[in-house]
C-alpha cells in the first residue's frame, strides 16, 4: 500500500503519486494509494495498512510522510519487522533520501520494489514536550535538532515552499537567523559527565542532510546503531552565513565553533526551550531525550 501527502512539495505529491500509481499499474504492480488529510493520518494509515496484512508500505512525499510512515510502524512499542517501508520523495526537503541515494524517478521506485531486497537501518525515539505543554513521545528517521535549526523550520512550514526545498530553507535561514538568540543546552551522551554551552543549534543525526541539501553529519550512518552528535556553538548570523557553504558540503567539522561526538543516547535538561524539529517537522521543545533504536525497521533498496 502507498501512503501519500497530497500537500508535500507545495502540491507536487498529488500529481506525482497519480502517475507513479499509473507506471506501476502498467508494470502489473497494482499498489492502492491511500492520501492523507491531516497531521497524523499517515501514522493511522500506516497501522491499517499493516493490521490488514500489508508486506510493504510506500511513503509517498517528503520527510514529514516518511516520519509518519515510520511512527505507524514503531507506535506503540510494536515490532512490524516483517512489514518493510519503501519511499519515493518528492516533497520540500526530501533530505533522507540523499542519505540513501533514492530518487523517486518512477522507474526507480518501480525497480526497488520488484526487487524487494530489504535493509535494517536504525530509528531515533525522543521524548520531549509538545506545544502544548504535555509530556510527549515520538519515533524519527533522518535528524533532530533544537535551536536556530528549530526556528528555521518554524519559518519553512509557515510560508509558501513553491521555491522548492534548497531555496525555500535558504530564505528562511537569511529571514530568521538575524534574530536568533542562541541558547544554553546541558547535555551528557550514554551515561557521561554532563556538558554545558550557548549553542547556536543541537543536531541528533541518524542521517547525513537536513535543511533541503544542508549535510550537517557528514559521518553518519543509518545502520551503526549510533547517532552522530554536532553542537553548533554560540556564533552570530555574520558567522553562520560566512560558513553556509561549509555546512552544505560537510566540511564544518572542524572549525573551532563545533564539536561533534557519536553515542546511543542523548539527554538534555536545565534548557531555555530551544524549538525541537524531527525530520524537518515542528513538534515541540526541549528539553529531551534521544534513544537510538538499531535496525528497528526494514527499508526496501
Not at 537567523?177 to 549553542?199: C, F, H, M, T
Amino acid at each position: 500500500m502507498g501512503v501519500a501527502n497530497p500537500e508535500a512539495g507545495n502540491g507536487r505529491a498529488r500529481r506525482y503519486a497519480r502517475r507513479l500509481e499509473r507506471a506501476l499499474r502498467e508494470a502489473r504492480l497494482p499498489i492502492a494509494i491511500r492520501y492523507t488529510t491531516a497531521p497524523f493520518d499517515g501514522v493511522r494509515l500506516t497501522r491499517e495498512a499493516i493490521e490488514a496484512g500489508a508486506t510493504t508500505v510506500l511513503a509517498i512525499g517528503g520527510d514529514g510522510t516518511v516520519n509518519e510512515v515510520a511512527n505507524g510502524f514503531l507506535g506503540g512499542g510494536r515490532s512490524n519487522r516483517d512489514v518493510a517501508l519503501a519511499i519515493a520523495p518528492v516533497g520540500t526537503g526530501t533530505d533522507f533520501a540523499k542519505t540513501i541515494h533514492q530518487t523517486a524517478e518512477p522507474g526507480e521506485v518501480l525497480a526497488r520494489l520488484r526487487r524487494d531486497d530489504r535493509r535494517p537501518i536504525d530509528a531515533g525515539l525522543v521524548d520531549y514536550t509538545d506545544l502544548q505543554g504535555r509530556a510527549a513521545s515520538r519515533y524519527f528517521m533522518n535528524i533532530a535538532e533544537f535551536g536556530s535549526g528549530g526556528a528555521v523550520v518554524e519559518k519553512v512550514n509557515r510560508t509558501t515552499k513553491v521555491l522548492g526545498g534548497r531555496m525555500s530553507f535558504l530564505l528562511a535561514i537569511l529571514s530568521t537567523l538575524p534574530k536568533y538568540r542562541n541558547r544554553g543546552v546541558r547535555w551528557r551522551i550514554d551515561g557521561g559527565s554532563w556538558a554545558e554551552a550557548r549553542v547556536n543549534n543541537f543536531i541528533v543525526a541518524n542521517g547525513r542532510y537536513f535543511g533541503g541539501g544542508l549535510m550537517p553529519a557528514p559521518r553518519a550512518e543509518v545502520d551503526d546503531g549510533q547517532f552522530d552528535v554536532v553542537v553548533i556553538g554560540d556564533i552570530d548570523f555574520k558567522t553562520v552565513r560566512r560558513h553556509l557553504g561549509d555546512l552544505r558540503k560537510g566540511t564544518h567539522l572542524g572549525l573551532e565553533f563545533v564539536s561533534s561526538s557519536r553515542g546511543n543516547l542523548l539527554e538534555t535538561e536545565r534548557t531555555e526551550l530551544a524549538y525541537l524539529d524531527l525530520d524537518g517537522e515542528l513538534v515541540g521543545v526541549d528539553p529531551t531525550r534521544f534513544l537510538c533504536l538499531p535496525k528497528a525497521i526494514d527499508l526496501v533498496v
